[in-house]
């Protein structure tokens, strides 16, 4: 299933940090695509020979994909999820104007409403980011 950013996440721009959704499984894992334009707002007071994006943005992203493999279970439609943390993640480069960047969550643990997630960004086929991502369910 490939459904819309809008009728999955509640975030609007400009927190909306991803493009589209290349798969949802509910409740498993969730995949989405990032293609960073030098337009984006994070970059307003950046010198633009050193354009960086903020990693932070990255790890929201990531989590950002994450929420839609869990509200994509009939059980937690029309919930709102509440990014809970970051344990462990690692990054091995920045991010730069005209990355493409795939975002992938598995969901390692979903009980209540907390969730354990792992997550990775790949650029041109490499792993570029790994972090593991705390989930709650309001």
Known sequence: MTPNVNDVIP???????????LDVQAGVKARSVKLISINEWFFANQPVNRLVVPRP?????MAQTGVAAILSLPKYQGKN????GIKNATFQDDFRPGDRLIFEVEMKKLKMNIGLGHGSIIRDGQVICEADLIFAVE
Request: charged share 25%; glycine share 4%; proline share 5%.
């Open 81 to 84: 999820v509440l990014f809970g």
């Open 57 to 61: 943005i990255m790890i929201e992203a």
């Open 11 to 21: 975030q609007r721009y400009p927190f909306e940090m991803i493009d589209r959704f």
